[in-house]
């Protein structure tokens, strides 16, 4: 998913990544605000994950969905 991707979907992407990542508040979702990078550092930092393996949920969320 590029950056654009996200930022032109977050309204409706939103409810998809919660689902994905439910221990990401509303908060959070604020501050990501469609920004991709910002959602690999909240999910590195909820879920305790490495940057690599953050990188690769957000990877995996972006075919599941089609946003790439």
Known sequence: M???TLAGQWKQLKGKIQE???K???DDLGVI???REQLVGKIQERYGYAKDRAEQEVARF???CGCN
């Open 20 to 22: 994905r990542w439910s």
């Open 2 to 4: 590029n950056t654009d």
């Open 33 to 35: 605000e469609g920004k």
């Open 24 to 26: 990401l508040t509303d």
């Open 62 to 64: 972006d075919k599941d």
